[in-house]
């Protein structure tokens, strides 16, 4: 489930149970993932304007929920007898806020504020869940004001002038409408549109941009309204809510969706079949639900056939038995794709070896493929025909031998010696031969773990073009193979490297995947002993549901995507150096653990000389967003980012080296996830303003580290600004916090004791006017090692 923005330090799960634990941390600072006893002085604080408990409830905000009456006295609703029996009771505060929820839910309908839902006001999106927040924070009237609503509503008749759009505490509501963003309340209102996004093998299609345009011509002015999200792990958008009626066009790539017209009172949930670039089927028809998945191989719309052309088309219903080449048996549970009018599609056999009803027309050709590394490897193709009609085609997988030739770190064969093959759910104990070879028999497209008894420590696919993979081990690797070792966990077998045969592959399909080329025979690098445990394989040739077997950081990066290896000494590697379309951060743990980080988009921008100065010639250099990166968890190792600046976009080198600084500072300093509050590095086009010194992403600022327990140090605005002349900052902190930085290649330290004392208020840091208030760093050394 997506997680919304962190909240003094914490990221709930965007459903209504994920908002109120949400709304009660900013609140209160209770953190109800925990119990009672650690929340007591949450649940019965009283502040010093008489706000009470969790959510810092007022007189006439109970009154409003029949807590209270009118004379301000207490109705026993859900149990709610007394002050005290309110703030002992847990329950009774959920409880409440359910039923403020639903209240204000049921007003911003009443007012038809509803309207504005997806509108950008002031550069903050309005949201259902963050309207109710913010009415929760200052009223309706506060909201109306905000929003600048034609009418009466915004108007406090008591004094005539517009309400308050701040809190007796100088919150603005702007904050929490912010904050509160694209919860899903669920129950609030029925009404929701749901969007999943897919990959036309039918996974989710995670970090893919989607604009949200939505139109409606009601009470208030309603130009059409324009958001962009990206989807989660789970391929989905943030829950959309407008107002019935609401025109709803979705944007992928410059194409546009048809239209989704808002239902008053049920959810309308719809996928987006997309390829990895471009949306490959239109959406489910407007205003209903996600019809059943059927297995019809998809065709083009039907405007563009003429009537002869129809009446020539015609559908073949038909079946498909994947059988093992050697033995003639199905094989059950086995993905596997069909290229139909050049577009891939992934299907699973049954528990008998057979995937029923595939759908075609007559005169197409159909191609058999199954799983390489990175691509498809065709196996066969046929033609549809008539004769096909309620048939099964049967397949028969190719059985590929090959050799696995073993060696040591100087190269060396590793003759004599028994190694693990995992194959099938079956372990195999084989010996190498005088030259180090294994031979080994597997199904094309099949997955297969190589290791010490027990322990199989890496798993490749089989492919149709290697007829030699090489693996390199360490000297632990071999006494345990001869018996002579302590303990499998430190056999060292990080990567095989393929050795091709001389014949080509056939023809890739046409959506563009291709086969491995030719490649020569390279060296492995050989990691440190410690290594991590692998996975014990329960199934080699596919996992749960069909889905292949794969091992994070140990699979070929996409030719789009540039990926960094940082380490937990500060090395920083880059392999793929030249892509343009993404960037993936792997993260090593001092136990070697791989932590997969994140992989996210590149933009394009303008690289500048200094401010208000571009490069002539014209270069283009990538960023990205750090929005997007701006939180991993793992047991000690992680931290979450948050921000206070409008200033997001870094360079890739830089974000390397900050996120291996800020997973290194959690676990030697805090051995736990940290938060890291950054103010920011550069624009999205690389400007820097209102600095001179942020350009083309070479530069980012942090908060000062606060001592601990200090909680404003989480408020993402200048309240939470801890400045070094405050008993807060933590000077020994931030030294180390610059050392770690260091060690990741960072050069450039600015510091303050004040805004104009010429001492820094970091050791190993340089004085800067105006940063008393904040850490800068910048020019990264440039040592990055080339993979």
């Not at 989660?232 to 959309?240: A, S, T």
């Not at 606060?706 to 605005?717: D, E, F, H, Q, S």
Request: glycine fraction near 8%; charged fraction near 25%.
């Amino acid at each position: 489930m997506r997680k919304n923005k962190p909240v003094e330090g914490i990221a709930y799960n965007s459903n209504r149970e994920g908002f109120i634990f949400a709304l009660a941390r900013r609140e209160s600072s209770a953190d109800l993932n925990k119990d009672d006893a650690f929340n007591q002085d949450s649940m019965r604080v009283v502040n010093g304007h008489g706000y009470v408990g969790l959510f810092q409830y007022g007189t006439s905000a109970l009154i409003d929920i029949g807590y209270k009456t009118k004379d301000g006295l207490w109705t026993g609703k859900n149990g709610a007898i007394s002050l005290e029996a309110f703030k002992s009771s847990r329950q009774t505060q959920i409880a409440a806020i359910n039923l403020s929820i639903d209240l204000w839910c049921k007003r911003l309908r009443a007012t038809g504020l509803n309207e504005y839902y997806g509108k950008i006001v002031k550069g903050i999106e309005i949201t259902e869940s963050g309207c109710i927040a913010g009415c929760h924070l200052v009223g309706l009237g506060g909201l109306a004001s905000f929003l600048n609503a034609p009418g009466s509503l915004k108007i406090n008749k008591n004094t005539g002038k517009s309400h308050k759009e701040f809190d007796g505490n100088g919150v603005h509501i702007s904050h929490y409408i912010d904050l509160f963003a694209n919860y899903d309340l669920e129950t609030c209102c029925k009404r929701k549109v749901r969007i999943k996004l897919k990959e036309p093998d039918d996974l989710p299609l995670e970090g893919k941009t989607v604009t949200i345009l939505s139109s409606y011509s009601g009470k208030y002015p309603n130009n059409p309204f324009k958001v962009s999200y990206q989807t989660d792990q789970d391929g989905e958008l943030p829950v959309i809510v407008r107002h019935p009626g609401a025109k709803i066009v979705l944007e992928i790539d410059g194409r546009q969706s048809e239209e989704i017209i808002q239902s008053a009172d049920k959810t309308q949930p719809y996928s987006i079949i997309a390829s990895y670039m471009k949306v490959s089927a239109p959406l489910a028809a407007k205003g209903a639900p996600e019809p059943k998945k059927q297995d019809t191989e998809e065709q083009p719309s039907s405007e563009n056939i003429s009537e002869s052309e129809k009446t020539a088309s015609e559908d073949i219903n038909f079946n498909i038995a994947v059988l093992e080449g050697d033995t003639g048996k199905p094989i059950s549970n086995v993905k596997f794709t069909l290229v139909y009018k050049g577009n891939p599609k992934q299907h699973i056999t049954d528990g008998s070896g057979i995937k029923e009803n595939i759908v075609a027309e007559t005169g197409q050709k159909i191609q058999f493929c199954m799983a390489g590394e990175g691509n498809l490897q065709p196996v066969t193709s046929f033609t549809v025909s008539e004769s096909l009609r309620d048939t099964t085609v049967n397949i028969s997988l190719p059985v590929h031998t090959f050799h696995i030739l073993v060696v040591d770190t100087e190269g060396k064969p590793v003759p004599n010696t028994g190694f693990s093959i995992f194959y099938r759910n079956k372990e195999r104990i084989r010996k190498t031969d005088a030259e180090g070879r294994l031979k080994i028999k597997a199904l094309l497209g099949f997955v297969y773990g190589f290791g010490n008894k027990g322990n199989p420590l890496l798993y490749q696919r089989c492919l149709q073009s290697v007829s030699v993979r090489k693996i390199i081990v360490n000297l632990t690797a071999v006494q345990i193979a001869q018996g002579s070792g302590q303990t499998a966990e430190t056999t060292v077998a990080r990567t095989a490297q393929q050795v091709i045969g001389v014949a080509k592959p056939t023809s890739p399909p046409k959506n563009g995947n291709r086969q491995s080329q030719p490649a020569e025979e390279q060296k492995t690098e050989l990691p440190k002993p410690k290594q991590q445990e692998p996975v014990k394989q329960k199934n080699t040739h596919t996992e749960k549901g069909g889905k292949p077997l794969t091992v994070v950081g140990e699979e070929n990066v996409s030719k789009d995507t540039v990926r960094y290896h940082i380490y937990y000494d500060g090395t920083i590697k880059r392999e793929n150096e030249a892509a343009t379309g993404f960037v993936e951060f792997i993260y090593y743990d001092i136990q070697e653990n791989q932590h997969f980080l994140k992989r996210t988009k590149l933009f394009p921008a303008k690289k500048w000389v200094k401010k208000g100065v571009l490069e002539k010639p014209q270069k283009t250099i990538h960023l990205l967003d750090m929005r997007s990166v701006n939180e991993y968890k793992q047991g000690n190792v992680g931290y979450t980012l948050i921000f206070n600046t409008e200033r997001y976009y870094i360079n890739p080198i830089m974000m390397a080296a900050i996120l291996g600084a800020m997973c290194v500072y959690s676990t030697d300093v805090l051995n736990a996830p940290g938060v890291f509050v950054s103010h920011g590095g550069s624009h999205k086009d690389g400007s820097p303003n209102p600095s001179s010194s942020h350009i083309n992403g070479e530069s980012c600022d942090f908060r000062y580290l606060a001592k601990p327990n200090t909680k404003r140090y989480l408020i993402p605005n200048s309240s939470g600004t801890i400045l070094a002349s405050q008993s807060e900052f933590d000077k020994v902190a931030n030294e180390k916090w610059v050392e770690i930085f260091k060690l990741f290649g960072i050069q450039t330290f600015y510091t303050g004791t004040t805004a104009t004392s010429k001492i820094p208020a970091v050791e190993g840091t340089r004085f800067w006017v105006n940063h008393h208030h904040h850490l800068h760093i910048g020019k990264h050394n440039g040592k990055i090692q080339k993979i």
